[in-house]
């Protein structure tokens, strides 16, 4: 299609499409350091919800599932990983996890980033779950993803990561 009229002049289109594109050219060029700055700075919403969320993957090295409840939501939904069912309610996520928990040497999350935008948090980490007898042991690299509502996790699903680390049994290889 032609995009100029008979007389050999540009057609309204082609300038409205041109200054649509100098338009977004300019802002990237010109200001658009200043507007991924101002886009990057957190609400004090978005801080507390990463607090909270990066303090309960902490924490799981208690391994003490009451202290872990007292983050989430009475009606929390968690899916520990694709394809399974979700776990609904604080007492459920007590009652499956409690014993798993308890059977475990020591468990450490590796937090490598955290992203927040309103009530979400999305992190990226390592999870190691080390039992009593090594061939126990656990090591994932996950993508958590948690909705915070009123200070309490409601929702939370990871997410295995493809190409990431998925190893059971024996001593962390790393990756």
Known sequence: MDNSDQAG??????????????????TVSAGGNDSVSEASVKSELEIENERIVTQFCLDWSTRDVNLLADYLADDIVYQM???????????????????????????????????????LVINDR??????????????????????????????WKDYSLPGGITQVGGAFMGS
Not at 96 to 116: A, C, D, H, M, P
Not at 133 to 146: C, L, P, T, V
């Open 9 to 26: 002049r540009i057609s309204r289109r082609t300038v409205l499409a041109a200054a649509g594109g100098l338009a977004a050219c300019s």
């Open 81 to 119: 990983f694709e394809r399974r069912p979700d776990i609904i309610g604080r007492d459920a996520f007590v009652k499956e996890l409690g014993g798993f928990l308890q059977n475990l040497k020591e468990v450490e999350w590796e937090i490598l980033r955290t992203y927040s935008i309103g009530e």
């Open 126 to 155: 390592i999870d190691h779950f080390i039992g009593e007898d090594e061939k126990r042991s656990m090591h994932f690299s996950i993508a958590g993803y948690f909705l915070v509502r009123d200070g309490k996790i409601k929702i």
